[in-house]
């Protein structure tokens, strides 16, 4: 009797253990969703194969995807059904990259293309000369714009959007106890007018700030100093430089006991690039 | 003996069960697939061109994720499959990138 259950239990166990590997083992995806998968992938290589702008185009990696595509096939005839999912997926971004190869190079080859019409013109033209100008003012323009790019990170100018913000305590730039600029404040300024000096068109507005009620209007003293200073050995045209005196409605800090870090009592000089000279 | 005989033939079975179901992949293909998957992956994170192509980039990480977690449980076979898809994702991102610049190139050129 105990020999008898013992073998039932034995077998049962077995059972159990064949289940539980089965189970383990077994393919996640159902034969259905694998054959949609493959279609997919076939359509996608046919699409591509079938386009008539990218044919030419073709590369090589697409005979990957087509053999992924042969390797998802025979997966699924051998009912290993992931497998047959997974080369399915590869075939298809396979593909996807083929199409972005082949328009990558359709549009290398219509830009070469271009190129050529664009210098044909250029020997054809009587106009020679006008055309060269472009050129010279094209690369004028991209020289220029490298100029202000170098000039505007070595003066340290924060850039929010289209505007160029600069700003400067006024112990940095006036003598203690007056808005005459200092030596040390001429620094600064001079980067400045560097910048200001290529960008002709500029629009530029000089904001003075105080750190208490500024009942002596003082605010605009200190922006009116930096202004007069721009103009006259900066050579920046005054009609193009606005002044404001805040007072002390825009503080930056609450704390004005602190001794380093930004101060309330400041000049901040704005400007844009105007579009003509980008 | 009919009992040793139905032991015998059970245990066949059970055996050709596992073969036939066993994984294909050993540790040593996954460990290479994830090796070449990272490789890659870091080269396009120093390229810095994952945002031209946003819905790749969350399938990479869906994938790097899953694959972290098939570590932990050791299932060589999906690190393998999973770390060979997301490879393929990131040569997509590759060819998007440069369908993209060789777009950019083509318009300048075509506004001359």
Known sequence: MFCKINKACLFIFLLLLQFLSVMTFADKKSTEEVKVEIENAAKAIKELESDFSLREYLPEILSVAKNYLEQAKESLEDNERDWASYYAKLSLITSSTATFKAKTDLFKWKRMEEEIRFWKNLARSDDKEKLYQQKIEQLKKELLTARIEFAMANAGLEKSGKVFTFTLKDSEIFISGTFAISDAGKVPLDKVIDILSLIQKAKITIEGHTSRPDKENLSNIKANSVKDYLVRLGGIYSDNISIVGYGNQKPIVLNEKVVSGPSNDRVVIYFEIPKEEK | ?112
């Open chain 2, 1 to 112: 003996m009919k009992k040793l005989l139905f032991l015998f033939l059970f245990v066949l079975i059970f055996i050709s069960t596992q073969i036939s179901f066993a994984g294909k992949i050993k540790k040593n293909d996954a460990e290479n697939a994830l090796k070449e998957f990272q490789t890659k992956y870091e080269l396009i994170d120093k390229k810095g061109i994952w945002d031209i192509a946003p819905q790749e980039k969350t399938f990479v990480k869906t994938l790097l994720e899953e694959i972290q977690k098939d570590l932990k449980e050791e299932e060589w076979e999906w690190i393998f499959q999973k770390s060979k898809t997301a490879f393929s994702y990131l040569l997509l991102i590759e060819a998007i990138a440069e369908f993209k610049e060789a777009e950019k190139l083509y318009e300048e050129i075509s506004q001359k």
